[in-house]
């Protein structure tokens, strides 16, 4: 399954639970690997994925493919992959803790 597929599937898990992410008004972009980069944008208590970079990032996060399938599973330290240079983040740090919250909630 593409990275595109399983962030399609996590967003409609999450849209079908919006409590849960309704609090979260924020456009968050992944720079995975060599793969354009993906922006997810929770908004109004849903959540879109987009295939371009038309948005304006609050939090930007890159990693590897290897390891953002680690995090779309509940899988990745991200304290540490952060602190070893694995995952970058620009922008609102406090949003990446906040993802990570939020995705433990959705984990399949």
Known sequence: MSIREELEQLAGRMNARPDEIESLHAVYQFNIGELDPIQVVFDNASVEVLEDASETADC?????????????????????????????????????????????????
Do not use: H, P, Y
């Open 60 to 108: 930007t996060l890159t990693l590897s493919e290897k390891n953002f399938r680690k995090l779309l599973e509940n899988d990745l330290n991200s304290t540490m992959a952060f602190m070893t240079g694995s995952l970058k983040v620009d922008g609102k740090l406090g949003l990446a803790l906040k993802l990570q919250e939020i995705l433990k909630q959705f984990t399949a």
